[in-house]
């Protein structure tokens, strides 16, 4: 086995998974605010096709999932 083999197979076996070198630290979970009942009437009135609606509604029920 020659100096270029022992080099590609090192590369190869490094980069299987290009996130194993990212390193993984704690994250500071903000503080979850509700909405007030102005900014959600707001919001409803601002959605006046379809599909912002639909955002709209995804948006609530994924707010609404217990975290």
Request: glycine letters at 2%.
């Amino acid at each position: 086995m020659n100096c270029d083999d022992r080099r590609l197979r090192r590369y190869i076996g490094r980069d299987r998974n290009p996130a194993s070198r990212i390193k993984v630290g704690q994250y500071e979970y903000a503080v979850l605010q509700p909405l007030v009942p102005e900014q959600v009437a707001r919001s409803v009135a601002a959605a006046t096709t379809p599909a912002t609606r639909l955002v709209l509604a995804l948006a609530a029920v994924h707010a609404a999932r217990v975290a």
